[in-house]
């Protein structure tokens, strides 16, 4: 049991860090919005929905922690 939760927190934190790279490519390379990412202007107030980009996200973790568990 000791094992499978040392397992599970590398699991976590390589996600993290994966997540933290790809935040910082992104941010380097400037911001990327999709077709289904809303941007709501008020004046000097910006709220940005990152709607599509949510949902892609998703799909990929998805996919990849999937194929990462059932390896085991």
């Given amino acids: 049991m000791v094992v499978e939760m040392l397992e599970t927190g590398r699991l976590i934190v ?4 994966s ?6 490519v ?6 990327f919005h999709l077709p289904g990412d809303f941007a709501f202007r008020r004046g000097e107030m910006v709220f940005l ?3 599509a980009t949510s949902v892609i996200a998703s799909v990929v973790l998805t996919i ?5 568990l059932r390896s085991r």
């Fill in 26 to 31: 992104m941010m380097l390379l400037g911001r």
């Fill in 14 to 17: 390589l996600l993290g860090f």
């Fill in 64 to 68: 990849l922690l999937n194929l990462l």
């Fill in 19 to 24: 997540l933290l790279v790809v935040g910082v």
């Fill in 49 to 51: 929905l990152p709607l």
